[in-house]
């Protein structure tokens, strides 16, 4: 008689480790077939394993429990299993947790269908509360379930419902999984510089042959990288094959649709955070159907199940954001590399400004780098100057130098836009009472409480605990005594406003373009010349091209610099030439001025010279000798617990039992910088090793071994890019 049909399985659970199940008779399943698998009275989604791969307890034949389910949706690829092995191990994360990341859409799994979504009808209902009015004003112009419009519009599901049967808002029935219509890799090319036509030709190449080829596309601002990973993405539509194009932030994603849409014809696929559930499904669907041809997302687009990916490119492959903090702790952009491998295709790492780390690997030769010499057609980089605020200080009380407000008079005069740098929400970053000192302080952070004028708010950046402000001191009871210190973005355009009351100025940090429609409505007035002064952290700081920019205020040039952390440095001078790429990227001639307390600081005086190459070598040489990444390698333990004694217990303990091996050194423990965040006591510890080092697997086996309280939470961040 045969044996019975046996499957070994990675549910759906952190916890668990791979299950083993039988096959029930007539059910066909093999690895990366998706499945519902009984787990005691529950029923759970997971994904069928080669046995191989993966260890687990032997359970008899007879023990075995029957799967439910196997469904009707094509399995996960060969090469994303291994992907998916790869990130688990790497990241020394569970298997699980990373799983969960390419089944992102449940209701996906589910047959084809339509669904009912709900969209304002545009009546106002006779009766007209307070929470009806607040739900209709925020819904206005949206589509989605019940609970989803509640959700945008901060109201419970029941006030939409009475909406619904007060005809203020209508049942639609949609297809959500029509196909999404083609890109036309001929819709309309562009006439390529030479340079450009060089650089594509390689890339072209790449996408033909299909097998790994990692490319690092090294030009400044505005000298066409986008245009010429745009012919790779053509090839790649022409053999049929799909593309995923990584974008750091959602934020960017909307300009980069109209992009899209202005060369293919139309929008290529979206995958971001603010999908509806009906939108990630189609998504989802196409994605593996290889039916959408062109994915554009943040870093969670990564782990989809591409059917027949011929291309992957990280734009913008230098920013930081791609490094994931919480979860699972991992660097989309160097995942992107390893998918690539997997896949056998190409991937474009895309950037002005690459990572010390991307550079490095330039250089030993595994990529090939291509790079784009000055701006495209006559538009010219703009000059960097320097103020030094000790020289040329602020009037007392304002933020920006008399020669900063000068050329912004000028800009204004000559009815060119201007943009001021300064990477700070809100409208001040501390607040305390002139009387007795207080200070606001977040309950749950070691971090200050955040002013938002905007919003009469005092705001935690970290937790997102807010208060009203009060108007007497918590701490001495005088009444109005309280103070702003330093400068946020608000307080940046109070003093615009102050000095210019005619000027047209616009706020955007993520409080204020918080959905890819906000952005959409920020380049729109833009574009149209309704805003003179753009006041911005990060956000604007990439992507955006908007010839009529010619002047760019970095307000505080120093704030990147403080905090000290391995690179600090290099993200100030990333982030300083990425705002200057903003600035003269038409016709008209670009001036940046900086704003700071060092002018002769390396970092400064590299921008201000133009010596791009100078101050990475300076750089890269630090970290070489001091054996830092990506000379050597860097892991973090974080150990956190609401309940201080514990959190400090387990990382004594896991200091006192760090393995002694060469070419490793254990730091810590000692309280993280961020001592507390959401009411959890937090310490740290840092693992330096060689390059050579196994880091993960010594970690794995030391941790391994200990036991902790069960409150207590410790997490490892390979390779990592915060040390708070
Ligand atoms: P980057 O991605 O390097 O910042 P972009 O691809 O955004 O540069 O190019 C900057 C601007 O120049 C864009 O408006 C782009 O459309 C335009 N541009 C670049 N190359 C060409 C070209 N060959 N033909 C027409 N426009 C181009
Ligand atoms: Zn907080």
Redesign the pocket.
């Known amino acids: 008689m045969e044996g019975v049909s046996r499957v070994r399985v990675i549910i759906l659970n952190s916890a668990l480790g791979p299950l083993d199940y039988r096959v029930p008779h007539g059910m066909n399943v093999e690895p990366g077939s998706i499945v519902i698998a009984p787990l005691g009275p529950r029923q759970l989604v997971g994904v069928v394993w080669e046995p191989d791969r993966l260890a687990t307890e032997e359970v008899g034949d007879n023990r075995l429990r029957p799967l439910l389910h196997a469904y009707d949706a094509p399995p996960l690829s060969e090469p994303l299993r291994r992907l998916i092995q790869w990130t688990a191990n790497y990241y020394l994360a569970p298997l699980p947790s990373v799983l969960r990341m390419a089944l992102a859409s449940m209701s996906a799994l589910e047959g084809a269908r339509t669904i009912t979504e709900y969209r304002p009808t545009g009546l106002v209902p006779d009766r007209l509360t307070p929470q009806r009015a607040q739900a209709l004003d925020r819904i206005a112009g949206r589509q989605g379930l019940v609970k989803e419009l509640a959700l945008a519009a901060d109201v419970s599901d029941a006030v939409i419902r009475g909406l619904v049967k007060a005809g203020a808002v209508e049942a639609v029935e949609v297809d959500i999984d029509a196909p999404f219509p083609l890109p036309d890799p001929d819709h309309a090319p ?4 030479q340079q ?1 036509q060089d650089a594509a030709a390689l890339f072209i190449d790449a996408v033909q042959k299909a097998e790994f080829a990692p490319f690092l596309l090294d ?1 400044v ?7 010429v990973y745009f012919e790779a993405v053509a090839q790649a539509l022409r053999n049929d094959r799909q593309t995923l194009v990584l974008l750091p932030e959602i934020a960017l994603t909307e300009p980069f649709l109209k992009r899209f849409s202005a060369r293919f014809g139309v929008e290529p696929v979206a995958w971001h955070s603010g999908l509806r559930q009906s939108q990630r499904r189609r998504a989802w669907r196409a994605i593996s159907a290889g039916q959408a041809r062109v994915v554009v997302g943040a870093r969670s687009a990564l782990f989809l199940p591409y059917a027949n990916l011929g291309l992957i490119v990280v734009d913008e492959a230098h920013e930081v954001s791609f490094k994931q903090e919480d979860g699972v702790q991992y660097h989309a952009r160097d995942v992107a590399v390893m998918r690539a491998k997997l896949e056998a295709v190409p991937v474009v790492l895309a950037s ?1 400004t690459p990572a010390i780390e991307t550079r490095q690997m330039a250089e030993i030769g595994v990529y090939r780098e291509v790079k784009l010499e000055g701006r ?2 006559a538009a010219q980089m703009p000059d960097i100057e320097a103020i030094d605020l000790i020289a040329d200080p602020p009037v007392r009380g304002r933020w920006l130098a008399p020669r900063l407000v000068r050329e912004i008079e000028d800009n204004l005069e000559r009815g060119e836009q201007t943009l001021l740098f300064l990477n700070r929400r809100g409208y001040a970053p501390l607040t305390l009472c002139r009387t007795c000192g207080h200070r606001f302080q977040c309950p749950n952070c070691t971090a200050w409480m955040v002013e938002h004028r905007l919003m009469h708010r005092l705001a935690c950046h970290h937790c997102g605990h807010v208060m009203p402000p009060p108007r007497a001191c918590p701490e001495c009871s005088e009444e109005d005594s309280l103070v702003a210190c330093g400068p946020g973005v608000e307080r940046i355009a109070d003093e615009v406003a102050a000095l210019w009351p005619e000027a047209r100025t616009a706020i955007v940090t993520s409080d204020t373009i918080w959905s890819p429609a906000k952005a959409a409505e920020f380049v729109g007035r833009m574009e149209r010349g309704e805003i003179d002064i753009v006041v911005g952290t990060q956000l604007v700081t990439k992507g955006y ?1 908007f010839p009529n920019l010619t002047l760019v205020g970095v307000v505080d040039a120093d704030l990147g610099l403080q905090g000290g952390d391995l690179r600090a440095a290099e993200r100030s001078f990333q982030q300083i030439c990425q705002v200057s790429g903003r600035a003269g ?1 038409g016709e008209k001639p670009g001036r940046v001025l900086v704003q700071t307390h060092e002018p002769l600081a390396p970092v400064i005086s590299a921008l201000v010279s133009g010596d791009v190459e100078g101050f990475y070598a300076a750089e890269t040489e630090a970290r070489r000798s001091a054996a830092m990444p990506p000379f050597g390698r860097l892991a973090g333990i974080i150990v956190s617990s609401e309940d201080l004694a514990e959190a400090t217990e387990t990382a004594r303990l896991i200091g006192k039992t760090a393995p002694i091996v060469e070419n490793m050194a254990v730091f810590g423990p000692a309280p993280a910088p961020l001592a507390m965040l959401r009411g959890r006591h937090r310490q740290r510890l840092l693992v330096h090793a060689a390059r050579s080092l196994d880091v993960q697997d010594i970690i794995r086996e030391w941790l391994g071994k200990l036991d902790w309280p069960r409150g207590v939470r410790v997490a490892v961040d390979v390779d990592p890019y915060s040390f708070l």
Do not use: C, V
């Open positions: 562009p006439e390529l510089e450009q030009g601002t505005g000298s066409g990288k986008t245009e002005a495209y057609g091209h990227r």
